[in-house]
């Protein structure tokens, strides 16, 4: 019996406590019983002692089928504890799959099939982006650029945060029944909305103020074209990406794939495209069909409207408990992640201006980044979430450590194949540009190597701070789910565009002065 409790380390445990009193309770019967024989004449004690010799060798054999059932059921309860993952078999039972099963080929071939559909998807986005440079309102309301990092980024502010959110839930068990997986999800619903319209609001104020600062100038129909665009594009993008997301972590539970993989790639394949195409659309008819024909009030109308949707959402979100202290606490990441998305939109905005050929490979380089280090972010919080809860003191011999990032522990081999795939998806993606004719600029041997070498910095650094932030995060008890993602994203898309202008800068300066680089 000790045994059993020593190799559990787990005195307290209701099982253990119910098994050590029905022995002790069998050995205070025994010794009454050797006190009554005392009293008997020898006739009585021969008869008694064979009778207890054989209730003895049954309650022995018992009582050995019973140690061993209770050693392998907690056996398995401590294999639980110390590997785990939560998983649901295919009856429907829970398990902890061993997270350090997974190979890196095993992680490749989860992880490199959605990152391609994400990448063609950021792909789409710059083909899209480069053709709509050209649009009068974006030629005449120049502040649509400093918008589109900012709204790209609601995909890593929300859809992301809500896919590795979700994630983590499908993984520890919180989306089994029906009830839990209807709360989680029509809270969450209600969460990005609020704050998708929160975000879009702010993001035109900070585009505003950003001209205002930079050109000294204010245009208040461009401010309201501004304001209605955003709304609109941040509400019907976060609703339409969050119920695909939805979709993708029910169908890799039944699927036995884990969510961590392929939800937040596949949050980012249709979010950035969604999101510019909705954008330039909105923007595009608001300005043909109320801004050019003076018909002021329907831009108005249509913010009034919005915005008065917000207390509603944030009615949802703080009567569901599963979303209740995101609602307050969520805050910070997305707005500061905003604000350092509206300074990568200032860079692309002066770039765009005199590199055209940005336009085509920004989302591109921005969308990449964020992909791969959300995936880490992800996977290194759902094995946080699956040893304890945020705040609890959990030693990795390699954790925050910036130096451990590419080395030793599970997470180490994960960054190694994230960084290694960027290479070859990157050389993917240019080709299919370089293929489709799409953009400004020549794809020469310098202007690969200068790309590729500006992806491996910014995909490198990204996950040296997502190690980093994503260990600091789980030692001041909140959890990473809802705070890494945003600003990890947001910081990709200020490396990106400031390391892809930074490219072109250096490539024009050093003799590429045609006009495929420069203007």
Not at 50 to 69: C, V
Not at 303 to 320: D, E, H, Q, R, T
Not at 433 to 458: D, E, M, P, R, W
Request: charged share 15%; proline share 3%; with cysteine.
């Amino acid at each position: 019996l000790m045994s059993v409790l020593r190799l559990h380390d787990l005195d307290d445990n209701e099982d253990s406590r119910h098994f050590y009193q029905s022995v002790v309770e069998s050995s205070a019967r025994r010794r009454l019983a050797t006190s009554y024989q005392a009293t008997m004449t020898p006739a009585e004690r021969k008869t008694s002692e064979e009778s207890e010799s054989d209730a003895h060798t049954a309650l022995i054999h018992s009582s050995e089928r019973d140690l061993e059932e209770k050693n392998s059921e907690l056996a398995a309860r401590i294999d639980v504890e110390k590997n785990g993952l939560l998983a649901s078999d295919a009856s429907g039972q829970m398990e902890f799959p061993d997270v350090r099963r997974e190979t890196a080929c095993r992680i490749v071939m989860q992880i490199f099939f959605p990152f391609l559909i994400a990448g063609f998807g950021t792909v789409s986005a710059g083909m899209l982006l480069d053709h709509v440079q050209h649009w009068p309102v974006f030629v005449n309301v120049t502040e649509l650029f400093i918008l589109v990092p900012a709204l790209l980024g609601l995909k890593g502010n929300l859809e992301m945060t809500l896919a590795s959110r979700l994630s983590t839930a499908a993984n520890v068990g919180g989306m089994d029944s029906y009830e839990q997986k209807k709360q989680i999800i029509f809270g969450n619903l209600a969460l990005t909305q609020a704050q998708a319209l929160v975000v879009g609001a702010l993001a035109s104020l900070a585009a505003m103020a950003i001209d205002w600062i930079v050109d000294g100038r204010f245009d208040m129909k461009d401010g309201l074209l501004l304001c209605a665009s955003s709304l609109v594009t941040a509400s019907v993008a976060s609703g339409l990406l969050g119920g695909i997301m939805i979709i993708v972590i029910l169908m890799s539970k039944k699927l036995h794939i884990n969510p961590d993989n392929v939800a937040t790639p596949i949050a980012a394949s249709l979010g950035d495209l969604v999101t510019l195409a909705l954008l330039s659309g909105t923007s595009s008819l608001i300005y043909t069909k109320a801004v050019e024909s003076h018909h002021l009030w329907v831009v108005g109308f249509v913010c009034a409207v919005f915005l008065l949707l917000i207390p509603l959402w944030v009615y949802f979100s703080k009567n569901n408990p599963t979303t209740r202290e995101v609602l307050y606490s969520g805050w910070s990441p997305v707005i500061a992640a905003m604000v350092i998305s509206s300074a990568g939109g200032l860079v692309l905005d002066q770039g765009v201006s005199n590199f055209p050929g940005i336009a085509v490979y920004s989302p591109v380089m921005n969308g990449v980044g964020g992909n791969l280090v959300s995936v880490q972010a992800s996977r290194i919080s759902t094995a946080l979430h699956s040893k304890g809860r945020p705040g609890d003191d959990i030693r990795d011999p390699h954790g925050d450590k910036c130096c451990g990032t590419f080395r030793g522990s599970e997470h180490g081999k994960t960054a190694r194949v994230l960084l290694a795939m960027a290479v070859p998806g990157h050389l993917i993606f240019l080709f299919t540009i370089y293929y489709v004719k799409a953009g400004h600029t020549s794809l020469t041997v310098y202007f690969a190597g200068g790309y590729l070498t500006c992806a491996l910095v910014q995909v490198s650094l990204l996950l040296i701070i997502a190690n980093w932030l994503v260990h600091w995060m789980w030692r001041r008890g909140k959890d990473p789910d809802n705070f890494c993602i945003p600003y990890l994203t947001a910081l990709g898309d200020l490396l990106g565009t400031g390391l892809l202008a930074l490219t072109f800068l250096i490539l024009y300066q050093f003799g590429d002065k045609d006009n495929d680089i420069g203007t």
